[in-house]
C-alpha cells in the first residue's frame, strides 16, 4: 500500500489537492511536505530561479494544516502525484518516488519574524493581474522556453512601489495560489533576507537578495 498523509478530517484534506492541483500549473509543479507533531507544512515554489544567471526571485507559497500527530515526514514530491484515497475521506495518498528540488533546500525560518505594514488583498489582485498583462505583452510569437523565463524574470522580480517595494511576483504567488479570497488585510513580517506575506489561506514567502563573493583584503600585522 502506497504510504499517507492522514488529516483530522476531510476538509483539510481536500484543502490539500486544491493546493496542489494549482501548484501543477506553477513553477516546476513540486510540492515539500514537511509533517511534525500533528502539523503539515506544505510549500511550492511558483518562482525560483534555475541556475546561476537566472534572475528569478524564489517566492514560495505556503499552507499549514493539521494531521494525524503520528505522521512525520519531509519530502519533496510530484505535485500531480497526490491523490485522494478511494477509501478514506481524510487520507490523500502519496507518490511513489520522492523528488528533488533546489528551493526546497532553502528554508525560510520559523520564529523572530516581526511585522512591518500591511498590504490590501485587493492590491494584490490587481498587482497580479498587471503582471500577467506585461507578461502577455512582452512575449514574442512562439517564444522558446529560455524567451519565456527570461520575461518572467524581468516581469515578477521587478520591485513594486504598491507592494512596499517586494517583487511583483509576491502578487503572482497570492494570486495563483488562490489565497485571495475577499477583502483582508495582508500582515507583512521580515525575517533577515526573508519576507513573509500573510493571509488568511496561506503565506507567501520572498527570498531577498544575499551578498556573496569575496570581502575586501584586510591587511594584518602592523
Known amino acids: 500500500m502506497s504510504a499517507r498523509l492522514l488529516f483530522l478530517d476531510p476538509q483539510a484534506a481536500a484543502d490539500l489537492l486544491t493546493f496542489a492541483s494549482r501548484a501543477v500549473r506553477l513553477g516546476d509543479g513540486a510540492v515539500r511536505l514537511r509533517a511534525e507533531g500533528g502539523v503539515l ?70 520564529r523572530g519574524w516581526e511585522q512591518t505594514g500591511t498590504v490590501d488583498a485587493a492590491v494584490l489582485a490587481a498587482r497580479a493581474q498587471f503582471g500577467v498583462a506585461a507578461v502577455a505583452d512582452a512575449l514574442p510569437t512562439d517564444p522558446g522556453d529560455d524567451v519565456v523565463r527570461a520575461v518572467r524574470a524581468e516581469v515578477w522580480g521587478q520591485p513594486d512601489d504598491a507592494l512596499g517595494g517586494l ?56
Do not use: K, Y
Open 41 to 110: 507544512v506544505t510549500t511550492a515554489a511558483p518562482l525560483a530561479p534555475r541556475g546561476l544567471l537566472d534572475a528569478t526571485p524564489t517566492v514560495l507559497g505556503l499552507r499549514v494544516s493539521q494531521v494525524d500527530p503520528e505522521v512525520e515526514c519531509d519530502l519533496v514530491v510530484e505535485a500531480s502525484g497526490l491523490l485522494a484515497a478511494p477509501d478514506d475521506a481524510r487520507a490523500v495518498v502519496l507518490p511513489e518516488t520522492a523528488l528533488t528540488a533546489t528551493w526546497a533546500g532553502i528554508s525560510p525560518p520559523r
Open 167 to 222: 517583487p511583483l511576483g509576491t502578487a503572482f504567488a497570492a494570486f495563483a495560489l488562490g489565497f485571495i479570497g475577499g477583502a483582508e488585510e495582508a500582515v507583512v513580517r521580515r525575517n533577515g533576507p526573508w519576507t513573509r506575506l500573510s493571509l488568511s489561506r496561506g503565506h507567501v514567502l520572498v527570498r531577498g537578495s544575499v551578498r556573496a563573493g569575496l570581502t575586501a583584503v584586510r591587511s594584518t600585522g602592523a
